[in-house]
């Protein structure tokens, strides 16, 4: 299989008006049943997702000793819960006979308690109170206890990692760490919490926010046209890809235009000096993050089974916090309109889901890749070396090659 072009890669054109590094269209990597049957999904929950890091939400959100979320990650159920004023993550499942501790999605509790029998854990997850004791002789101290995972935060976001020797953050973060840390850092607060169902395979939404050759034809009220190449310009990385735009994205939208300019005002008004570009980050295999110089973006992917998926988007917009009342108030009102027009634009994306979903269950086609696209093809080469996929598929065609052989026989 052909490796994904980088930067040094010979063949690729110096930029010019030619910004993308492929010079020819790309291959479909994985093939249609890599986007629904079973067995690859589980392979790829087991060998692309397990040990990556996965977004469950913010640190205000869990400010306080006691103040927990609940999520679930590749079908574990977790509890994260500020646990004396250190973040921790516990497989939502009773040591004594599994019972859940919590079914609240969010809330505060002083206790971590199994409302099955009553057993209490502490903040280190250690079933502490354990009714009528002498059940369980012999007991000893810190036997019995919750199941934890590793937790890490990158400036307000909280992440949960499911592998306990798996990759540290930074590192899966790669050149994205700083960047991510600062702008999601103090200067920046929440405005946007949306955690929609996508009607298809995690990868689908994961691919579609890899290009903007989808613009015209699923925005066409937002932003109407893609930027062009002239004006793009990728990094593809081993472990990670980026797009980057001079704002506004789109030359003949009135709406985008109408909205950086704004933004310049505004930034203008709270002492930021407007950079004017639009950054789209993909972290492998299903971390996507979006910057412009007022809106910092986190969206994360997970599946829910083979042909379903999650997201969860959060947005951050700059607070102003040192500002008067007056640049307080703009940055909040800002906050808000941004939080609105980026839910519009993921709900237009989202309505293509279930289509290319029904698509890919029933194509004839190995698909194809366009130039555009070759962030595309880096995620999939990626995702087909972490599965063996090509392997697989091999030995599936003779497995079934030698069941027809039998049949004839
Ligand atoms: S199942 Fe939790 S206390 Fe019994
Ligand atoms: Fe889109």
Known sequence: MSQPP???????????????????????????????????????????????????????????????????LLGVPLIVRNCDGELRAFVNACAHRHCRITSEARGESSRLRCPYHGWEYDAAGVATKIPAPRNFVPLEQGEFRLREHRVA???????????????????????????VS??????????????PEYAANWKVPVENSLEAYHVPAVHPKTFRSDPGESRSRHVIDEHYTSFTVNLPFSPHSKLDAWFQRTEGWLLRQLGVAPRGEYSQHHAFPNLLFSFTDAVSLCHVVLPTSATTSRGLVLQFSRNARHGAAWQRFVAQAWGQLAA??????????LRMFGEIQRGLEASPHEGVLGRCEERLFAFQAYVDRRLNLSQGVMESSLACERAVEATHD
């Not at 609105?340 to 994306?349: A, G, N, S, V, Y």
Request: negative net charge; aromatic residues 8%.
């Open 182 to 195: 600062e702008r999601f850092g103090p200067d920046w607060s929440p405005f946007l919490r949306f955690a």
């Open 340 to 349: 609105q027009i980026t839910k519009r634009i993921l709900q237009e994306d």
């Open 153 to 179: 935060t990158c400036g307000q976001l909280v992440f949960v990692s499911l592998a306990d020797d798996g990759i540290a953050l930074d590192e899966q973060l790669g050149p994205l760490a700083s960047i």
């Open 6 to 72: 980088v930067n040094d890669s010979p063949g690729i054109r110096e930029p010019n008006d030619l910004m993308f590094q492929a010079t020819s269209r790309l291959p479909h990597v994985l093939p249609p049943r890599a986007y629904h049957a079973p067995e690859i999904a589980e392979r790829e929950r087991a060998t692309v997702l397990r040990d990556g890091w996965h977004l469950v939400g913010t640190r205000e959100e869990l400010s306080r000793p006691g103040m927990f979320c609940t999520v679930e």
